[in-house]
């Protein structure tokens, strides 16, 4: 199977021989918050990087984006946005956004509000796939993973929610495809004892960005807090950065493989 474009390489199981990969060419641009900014908490984009050496790799996320202020970003942004292929992780702000008056506060002063109901959740997200579709051969949606681990609390309840619009918004896209992330996160996390850990406080919130500045303290505080995948039940650990990573290397090839 062969895919040619200008771009640099990546890696698949080429379909004449399952146990050789093939390098094909690819440009990926990555769009969302700090989870896919890796600023804070473990990045995922760095175990790609090593993954998938051949890859060109580009990191559009920002800490704190709601969809609105995404939207709002990359209309200035895109017009030297060109990508093969687009992921979209973008909407735990928009319901983390409502946790607290503090985080109201500190979103408005920061101008990126969030989303005040399902349906402009969903208009904003439509104007997202739109724009980055004029610069994309395709775009992978990821529905936002979860605020905090224990997948019953009101805040995840929420975020299912979403995640059932982006998955409807999705389906009605000729080149867009919906991969369930938060799915995939929810099977493990079935499996064990949950944490009732939530990042509702701001003092612990700073004091976590502060002062987590490796990859071992971030692990050692998210295991103090009986947390599988994340620092504070929003940004990714080692093991959860690991899982994400791996999900995305699948789809990558899956996208490739379809050509």
Known sequence: MHWDTQMSTCLF??????????????????????????????????????????????????????VISLYQRISQIHPGIEADLAILWIGVN??????????????AIRKKPHASNRAQFSSFYRKVLDLLLEHSKMIITIPPLFLGEDLHNKWNRKLDEFS???????????????????????????ERSKSSYTPTSMIRFAWDKSTCSTIEEIDRRSSTRGLAFTLDGVHLNSTGAELVSGFFIKWIERVIQSG
Do not use: H
């Open 13 to 66: 199981d080429a379909d004449e021989n399952p146990g050789k990969r093939e390098q094909l060419s690819m440009r990926i641009a990555f769009f969302g918050d700090s989870l896919t900014e890796g600023k804070f908490g473990v990045s995922f984009i760095d175990p790609l990087k090593l993954a998938l050496p051949s890859c060109e790799l580009l990191n559009y996320g920002e800490g704190g984006d709601t």
């Open 94 to 107: 928009d319901i983390f956004g409502q946790m607290t008056w503090v985080y109201r506060i500190i979103n």
């Open 164 to 190: 059932a619009d982006i998955r409807a918004i999705s389906g009605g896209y000729e080149n867009v495809r919906f991969a369930n992330l938060r799915e995939a996160f929810m099977e493990r996390l079935e």
